[in-house]
């Protein structure tokens, strides 16, 4: 998810069939899963892991293109569900005058997801507010929300410009705020309410050319450790997920086994911090969950 470009835009519903009333037998809220920021290395596997245990999906996107991608990837495995159709701007680069109405809740997929999504930029405050009302109206309540949304630009710490560490701190720290801000109406009284923040561990000797990426994910684990208590009282838990190594299928993280991790983060009974790391020489799976 970048800083720059468009507000939000319109909000897209996805799905086999048309939607439905999003509760369960006894007419409760159907527990719902919101990712800011799904990313491309793990998000689709993230939402499955979720869908898989019955949560209604959500997901804010930079783009258009980018949820249109994500409603794909989750549609492949069922051949029905081809050739759906989106309402939703293509370029990502639409006004707030273009938002549509709530999405629509529907299945995905022969496994029975639900996925709605819209379009915000996570620096737009008000827009990004405005996107996750909607979604978390169109998948009937709020249980769990994922901020993965972040920001890399390439500098040296004495040499990058305090503009960008200024640029990607809105996304990277401030955006969290923001998402939290507008989220935790939702998420009070909710049993298992949770807000999961993706990090990395503090590094003293950041990877080279990422000086401001670290400065941005220490932040938000600063940010993490001042909110946890305020949101405890309300009933909302906040994790904090620290993946410590580059996600990919062929590893050292696979996008698999961080999508687990993420699930072993909202289901354990206690913790605030989940730390996942590379698979150790001769280990044939990454050790989940690593709780610290």
């Known amino acids: 998810m970048s800083s720059a470009g468009a507000h939000l835009g319109a909000d897209v519903g996805t799905g086999v069939g048309g939607g439905g009333d999003l509760t369960d037998g006894d007419g409760l ?17 993230l939402l499955r892991r979720f869908g898989r245990e019955g949560f209604a999906l959500g997901v804010v996107t930079r783009s258009a293109d980018t949820l249109a991608r994500i409603r794909d990837e989750l549609a492949a495995e069922s051949p029905a569900a081809a050739g759906t159709a989106t309402d939703g701007t293509t370029d990502g ?27 915000a930029d996570v620096t737009d405050s008000a827009g990004l507010a405005a996107a996750i009302e909607r979604v978390v109206a169109g998948i009937g309540g709020l249980t769990a929300l994922v901020y993965n949304a972040k920001i890399s ?15 990607t701190f809105a996304v990277n720290v401030t955006g969290a705020l923001a998402t939290i801000q ?17 990090s ?54 696979r996008p698999q086994d961080v999508a687990e991790h993420y699930w072993q983060a909202y289901a354990a009974p206690r913790g605030d911090i989940f730390r996942l790391a590379p698979v150790r020489r001769g280990a044939s799976v990454a050790q989940l969950p690593l709780e610290v």
């Open 93 to 119: 680069t639409a006004t707030n005058g273009a938002a549509g109405d709530s999405a629509a809740g529907g299945e995905v997929s022969g496994h029975g997801l639900t996925l709605a999504g819209a379009v």
């Open 153 to 167: 630009i390439r500098g040296a710490a004495l040499t990058v410009p305090p503009a960008t560490l200024n640029e």
């Open 182 to 198: 507008a989220g935790i109406g939702s998420l009070e009284d909710r049993p298992g309410a949770t807000i999961l923040l993706t």
């Open 29 to 45: 809220a159907s527990r719902g899963l919101l990712v800011v920021g799904p990313g491309a290395s793990f998000g689709v596997e």
């Open 200 to 253: 990395t561990s503090p590094r003293t000797a950041p990877v080279a050319g990422r000086f401001a990426l670290a400065v941005g994910k220490s932040g938000l684990t600063a940010l993490a450790e001042a909110l946890r208590p305020v949101l405890a009282v309300r009933g909302v838990r906040l994790r904090t997920v620290l993946l410590d190594g580059r996600v990919a299928p062929g590893g050292p993280l």
